[in-house]
């Protein structure tokens, strides 16, 4: 079956994050999809050492955001730019904040963070020294954050999107909205992966499979600085 057909049959009626760097996947996601989210791209272009294209993101986002399927899409951000780089970003942002969310970057400035908690809902993108998900650092940093976006019982005062952090051992522990990663779309095609007489050989029976396990989880109610004593990494493929 094509890698076509087999995203069609695994996404139809899912929620789905597509990105700028591979546009070519909206317009089947918008007909099958529950819900839509539009990614920048920017971490992509930054990993491939690209230039990244804001005039074509920003009309992209423009021409898609009115689509019925779409809610929200994420403002252009620079992964390895200054705090300064990235609010003249987000103030010349032309959508409305109502379907647009800012990120905010875990080596930027917590009062950075709060000016951002203007806008509904925000995003968090683990970048400079903090960039690796999970590791002991990276929790201090995000409880740091999370004293800024909780209020004392560790209810969210705004909706979080957490970027790449759609690893079970993270959300469970984390009071997000919403959550994207590549797991599957990276994992669905790499046969090393899946091993054993009784693994899945199409790519819709394994995006099916991650899908699963990853749902099976529910979002954290709040937030609870034991969440960093309690991580476990639940990753399918350590």
């Given at each position: 079956?094509?890698?076509?057909?087999?995203?069609?049959?695994?996404?139809?009626?899912?929620?789905?994050?597509?990105?700028?760097?591979?546009p070519?996947?909206?317009?089947?996601?918008?007909?099958?999809?529950?819900?839509?989210?539009?990614?920048?791209?920017?971490?992509?272009?930054?990993?491939?050492?690209?230039?990244?294209?804001?005039?074509?993101?920003?009309?992209?986002?423009?021409?898609?955001?009115?689509?019925?399927?779409?809610?929200?899409?994420?403002?252009?951000?620079?992964?390895?730019g200054?705090?300064?780089?990235?609010?003249?970003?987000?103030?010349?942002?032309?959508?409305?904040?109502?379907?647009?969310?800012?990120?905010?970057?875990?080596?930027?400035?917590?009062?950075?963070?709060?000016?951002?908690?203007?806008?509904?809902r925000?995003?968090?993108?683990?970048?400079?020294?903090?960039?690796?998900?999970?590791?002991?650092?990276?929790?201090?940093?995000?409880?740091?954050?999370?004293?800024v976006?909780?209020?004392?019982?560790?209810?969210?005062?705004?909706?979080?999107?957490?970027?790449?952090?759609?690893?079970?051992?993270?959300?469970?522990?984390?009071?997000?909205?919403?959550?994207?990663?590549?797991?599957?779309?990276?994992?669905?095609?790499?046969?090393?992966?899946?091993?054993?007489?009784?693994?899945?050989?199409s790519?819709?029976?394994?995006?099916?499979?991650?899908?699963?396990?990853?749902?099976?989880?529910?979002?954290?109610?709040?937030?609870?600085?034991?969440?960093?004593?309690?991580?476990?990494?639940?990753?399918?493929?350590?």
């Amino acid at each position: 079956m094509s890698t076509t057909l087999d995203m069609i049959k695994a996404f139809t009626g899912k929620h789905a994050m597509v990105s700028y760097e591979h546009p070519e996947q909206l317009e089947i996601a918008a007909e099958v999809c529950q819900s839509l989210v539009l990614d920048n791209g920017a971490f992509s272009a930054w990993q491939q050492g690209k230039t990244y294209d804001f005039d074509g993101y920003a009309d992209w986002a423009a021409r898609w955001i009115r689509h019925p399927a779409v809610d929200w899409c994420v403002i252009p951000d620079r992964i390895d730019g200054t705090e300064s780089d990235n609010k003249t970003l987000v103030q010349a942002w032309k959508l409305s904040p109502a379907s647009s969310v800012p990120v905010w970057h875990f080596h930027e400035s917590l009062e950075y963070l709060e000016w951002l908690m203007q806008w509904p809902r925000l995003a968090l993108g683990s970048s400079g020294q903090f960039v690796e998900i999970g590791t002991d650092h990276w929790w201090k940093r995000l409880a740091e954050a999370m004293r800024v976006l909780c209020d004392a019982e560790g209810r969210p005062k705004v909706k979080l999107h957490g970027l790449r952090m759609l690893d079970p051992g993270v959300f469970s522990k984390v009071p997000l909205a919403s959550a994207d990663s590549c797991n599957v779309a990276r994992n669905v095609g790499l046969d090393t992966r899946w091993k054993g007489s009784y693994a899945p050989k199409s790519r819709y029976a394994r995006a099916v499979v991650l899908m699963e396990r990853i749902e099976h989880h529910a979002s954290a109610a709040h937030w609870s600085e034991d969440a960093i004593a309690a991580y476990q990494n639940f990753q399918l493929f350590g």
